[in-house]
Structures are given as structure tokens and as C-alpha cells.
């Protein structure tokens, strides 16, 4: 069975197919697509641009179509940075520029008052507009530095208190068993599995 994430970023992508690695799923991503149109993240929430990603890549590649929407949000900043959390310096996808920002925001308040949480909504789309959502969430600190060199986006600023390291530091196993995008593909892993055996 063939899955389209819809996802141009290697690093989830990645992380995605990790994760399906035992079920009978053969994973495309969209540089596999020709010209895929571009999809518009103005929803509200996570669950909104998750859905609008999923099913318009649904119904312009005829496939089974998987799309995330994720997030940082941050209890000292309102929630922020929230749905805008791949563009919250400006550019879309600027690591390096969003997690000096994030340090900026977060520099005056004190070290009990830095909760934070990763959320993941997955989306499932059928080309007939059916969808299904699943989602996820792996709450953590921020931290005053960055610490470790795996993983992707605010993963080097997010300090999961079980295992004193950041999300950039886990292995890649234990990220994935923890993760708010591991949880959430581990509740969409049955719905795929019951429709590769079908």
C-alpha cells in the first residue's frame, strides 16, 4: 500500500518512516509529486491545517494522504509560538532564526515558569474527503542554550525532565517513543495496518 506524507521536510519524513518500518506501507514523499500545489497553513489550530493539508493532497494525488500539523507551545508566551511555530522569526523553516527568538522571548522569565509542549495533530485523508485525525503531545522546559545536535527545528531547546536531555540529545528511538508526532502516528499505525490487509 502506498502513503503519501505530505511533508517537504527530509526530517519528519525521516522520522515517519521509521516508524511505519514494520508495517506493509511503502511511504512517498511530496518531492515524488510533480508540481504538487501549495498548501496555505492559515488554520486556527493544528487539527485545522493538518485536515486542509491532508485532503488537498488527497484529492490532487488520488492516494491515501498522511499530514501533520505541529507546534511549540509555550505557557509563558500565551501559547505561542503555536501554529506559527515553522515561521515564528518570519521565514518559513528558519531553525536557527526561530530558536534564537524563542531564547530572546523566554530570557526574562525564571527557570520554574518554562513549561512547554511539543503537539502533534495527524491527519488522514481518503481522495473521497474522508478524514480522520489522531493526535499527540510530550510536554518539556525551555532551556537558556541549546544542547545537542540531533533532530530538527526547537529540538535543541527542549529539555525533557524524565531524561535530563533535550530532544536534540535523545537517540532517535527513544525520541520516537516519546514524541507528540511518535504518539500521534502510533494511533494512525492500526488504521493503516487494517487497510494494507484489506
Known amino acids: 500500500m502506498k502513503l503519501l506524507v505530505a511533508t517537504g521536510n527530509q526530517g519528519k519524513l525521516k522520522e515517519i518512516n521509521r516508524l511505519l518500518a514494520d508495517a506493509p506501507i511503502e511511504v512517498i514523499g511530496l518531492d515524488q509529486l510533480i508540481d504538487p500545489p501549495e498548501v496555505l497553513e492559515d488554520g486556527a489550530t493544528f487539527t485545522a491545517n493538518a485536515k486542509k493539508k491532508a485532503c488537498k493532497m488527497a484529492r490532487f494525488s488520488g492516494m491515501l494522504t498522511l499530514a501533520d500539523d505541529s507546534g511549540l507551545v509555550v505557557a509563558a508566551l500565551g501559547g505561542e509560538p503555536g501554529v506559527n511555530s515553522a515561521r515564528y522569526a518570519g521565514d518559513h523553516g528558519d531553525d536557527a532564526a526561530n530558536n534564537l527568538k524563542l531564547l530572546s522571548e523566554m530570557e526574562p522569565i525564571a527557570d520554574e515558569n518554562r513549561q512547554a509542549a511539543f503537539h502533534c495533530v ?54 520516537n517513543r516519546i514524541s507528540h508526532r511518535g504518539t500521534a502516528l502510533r494511533k494512525v499505525i492500526p488504521l493503516l495496518q487494517e487497510l494494507a490487509n484489506k
Request: include cysteine; hydrophobic fraction near 35%; proline fraction near 7%.
Open 122 to 175: 495527524m491527519a488522514l485523508a481518503w481522495p473521497d474527503g474522508r478524514c480522520e485525525t489522531c493526535d499527540g503531545q510530550v510536554s518539556g522546559l525551555i532551556m537558556r542554550g541549546e544542547r545537542g545536535d540531533g533532530g530538527f527545528g526547537y529540538d535543541p531547546l527542549f529539555m525533557v525532565p524524565e531524561y535530563g536531555k533535550t530532544m536534540a540529545e535523545l537517540p532517535l528511538e527513544i525520541k
